[in-house]
């Protein structure tokens, strides 16, 4: 499948990060979507139903591992994969993550190149054939 049929939603609240990490990515050739708050990543999850879902942890109000229940206990999204992208590093938190249903945990800062290398590895693990 061409990356361009990849669809990512990238969701943080900082909105320097978004920018950077969607511009690399849509530069690597995928379709990006991105939300500033959890609220707006359920919206866009459930309207675009993307493959992939790169969601920070720490939000204001509502956090990611929130998000991430939110999504599993939706039927049409059990597909999509989950990659928590924060900068806590703490043990507890990645076992939290996985827990709630994650695929993957990336700690920040990371240079774009090695980012897209996860993502990319994460794809080809996870999207089920024909999807």
Do not use: W
């Amino acid at each position: 499948m061409p990356l361009s049929d990849y669809k990512i939603l990238v969701v943080d609240d900082e909105d320097d990060i978004l920018e950077i990490v969607s511009f690399n990515l849509r530069k690597a050739g995928y379709r990006v979507y991105i939300a500033n708050s959890p609220e707006i990543a359920f919206n866009i999850a459930m309207e675009q139903i993307p493959h992939l879902i790169l969601l920070d942890i720490m939000m204001p109000g509502k956090d990611g591992i929130q998000l991430c229940n939110e999504i599993r206990s939706i039927r049409y999204l059990q597909d999509c994969i989950i990659a928590f992208f924060s900068a806590c590093s703490e043990d507890q938190m990645m076992a939290t993550a996985f827990a709630c249903g994650a695929q993957g945990y990336i700690t920040k800062p990371i240079r774009p190149k090695d980012l897209l290398v996860k993502i990319n590895h994460l794809l080809k693990l996870n999207v089920p054939v024909g999807r």
